[in-house]
């Protein structure tokens, strides 16, 4: 990096936003194979975070991929690129007070844990919505799958390409047999019982 590049340490910090949010600020990173309900979850998510007066945002795969990343192809190297630029947007977000939601295969674990370092200790929480391959395929809505079984897409996660699943990721929700409504439900109860959101008094 340039030696004249300097961060500027601003007045108005995380902290105060936090307070003025009455929440905490952290990233949920959406992790699984495409159809497993991933950015499904994550709107759902920000949907009920929204009601309860949260400041949200979600990076949904490929809504980054129309700006952001639209210079990026499928290559190893460039969906190495695609979760490094997001990690970094996110971190940004994080800063603002955000509760930012990401929602992207990111198949390699190295790139999961690349973006994982880029922030303090537990503000990263690793969300992997684990879904059988044979069911995500009967949800394939965009007929991907079909397409990588007849070859006209090379190197997709879960054909033709590998996938990482997560070692230790801080949640894990299985979506093969439940509705959006209780996966968004356990996903609220995961961030009270972090103290991420206060808890709701019915």
């Known amino acids: 990096m340039n030696k004249n590049i300097v961060w500027h340490e601003a007045t108005v910090t995380r902290e105060r936003r936090e307070k003025m949010n009455r929440h905490r600020a952290k990233l949920l990173w959406f992790t699984g194979l495409s159809g497993s309900g991933k950015s499904t979850l994550a709107h759902a998510l920000e949907e009920e975070l929204h009601q309860r007066e949260c ?6 795969g490929d809504n980054v991929r129309h700006g952001l990343c639209r210079d990026l192809g499928f290559s190893t190297e460039d969906r190495s690129e695609n979760i490094r630029r997001i ?3 996110a971190k940004l977000f994080v800063d603002a007070g955000v509760i930012a939601l990401t929602a992207f295969i990111s198949p390699i674990r190295e790139d999961r844990e690349r973006a994982r370092g880029l922030f303090p200790h537990g503000d990263f929480i690793e969300v992997y919505v684990s ?4 069911v995500c ?3 394939d809505v965009k007929g991907l799958y079909k397409k990588a079984r007849s070859g006209e897409i090379p190197n997709f996660t879960g054909i033709s390409a590998p996938y990482d699943v997560p070692d230790k990721p801080e949640i894990v929700i299985e979506t093969q047999d439940r509705t959006v409504q209780e996966c968004v439900h356990e996903l609220i109860e995961a961030l009270e019982q972090r103290g991420v959101i206060p808890t709701k008094v019915v």
């Open 55 to 60: 400041r949200t945002y979600v990076f949904d």
């Open 87 to 89: 990690g970094e947007m």
């Open 131 to 134: 879904c059988p391959l044979e």
């Open 137 to 139: 395929e009967t949800r």
